[in-house]
Nanobody
Framework: VQLQASGGGLVQAGGSLSLSCAASVRSFSNYAMGWHRQAPGREREFVAAISWSGGSTYYADSVRGRFTISRDNAKNMVYLQMNSLKSEDTAVYYC??????????????????WGQGTQVTVSS
């Protein structure tokens, strides 16, 4: 799966930002998808995941209630709506795809394909 993330930028704390990820693959609906992020000096961490159909979602505790993941299988797109942003959300955000047919949990620690990353900077 080839993934292209976009939508990052600079935003003030408390603001909102929306990320998009375009997937180049046949049968996009076979893939659970998600987002991870990596802050400077830190390891990459899981942010959010969504099932093949979009019917199930899963979030890291640090973003639950503030971020919303969604997908449009007709357009091969995954989105991450980020609200109430905090300075600690500053990171490079990566779109990720689980292996074909794998469950949503596979996005957390077994993602197979990654996008190039998009920078999100939250100023305090």
């Amino acid at each position: 799966v080839q993934l292209q993330a976009s939508g990052g930028g600079l935003v003030q704390a408390g603001g909102s930002l929306s990320l998009s990820c375009a997937a180049s693959v046949r049968s996009f609906s076979n893939y659970a998808m998600g987002w991870h992020r990596q802050a400077p000096g830190r390891e990459r961490e899981f942010v959010a995941a969504i099932s093949w159909s979009g019917g199930s979602t899963y979030y890291a505790d640090s973003v639950r209630g503030r971020f919303t993941i969604s997908r449009d299988n007709a357009k091969n797109m995954v989105y991450l709506q980020m609200n109430s942003l905090k300075s600690e959300d500053t990171a490079v955000y990566y779109c990720a795809a689980a292996p074909s047919g794998a469950p949503i949990i596979a996005v957390v620690n077994n993602a197979r394909d990654w996008g190039q990353g998009t920078q999100v900077t939250v100023s305090s």
